[in-house]
């Protein structure tokens, strides 16, 4: 665990004592628990993040919630952890709630809305419901570029995810563009070694690989591996996936 990432637990359980066992204390025990869950899930402890978001939950649902934007939140944070974790099933419900929630919420969240659609998007490609899939992400990538323009990060996100549909049609022309768009939109906000850039250095390098480019495979594996090791260790789950697939690019 990097020295940022012992320091922001400290931060987040203090927050969640106080919240817990201070009167009139300013933010709701859920607020906390559901950064703790976040905190979590980066650090690649997904039974912890699922125990922090569920206690969220039950903590929002207990004090009332029943259509906030904290409540779809956290659906989103479930919804995105089983998916990071290949349940794409188990995501299915808590994404469409979260999707549901952000729909009917007064005043309305756009922001929140495509970013749940992001999310939903995913699971339903995970699921092979490329169609279904492919006009939500398609819904969230066109606000995203007409809210804030084709620089966004959440630009690079939905090009990222749409990337997959398009690799799954054998439309690697369109995949490959969209990955290239979406490393060249997070190099820019994000330099060089961060663990999204890994992310999609993986995807870029699972392209090459079908369409026989084996040698430009396995340079974005090779760059892939050393962010992920640098920044998230080599027992993270993304690292140990990286180089999983590196080996299946020499057999």
Partial sequence: MTARFSEALATLTRALEISQHVPDAPVLPSGPLNALGILAKDLGDYAEAARRYNDALQLLRKNGGRNSAQLAGIHHNLAGLAYAQGFFYQADDPAHEAVRLRRSAVPPDLDGLAADLSVLGSVLAGQERFEEAGLVLSEALAYWRSRYGDS??????????????????????????????????????LGDHHPE???????????????GRKWAAANCYKEAIEIFSQTLGGNHPSTLICLQNQRGLAE
């Fill in 197 to 211: 850039i890994a992310v999609i250095l993986n995807n870029l390098a699972t392209v090459y690989t079908d369409t």
């Fill in 152 to 189: 966004h990060y959440e630009v690079a996100v939905q090009l990222n995810s749409l990337a997959a549909i398009y690799q799954t049609r054998r439309e690697y022309s369109s995949a490959e563009a969209a990955l290239d768009e979406a490393l060249a939109i997070k190099r820019n906000l």
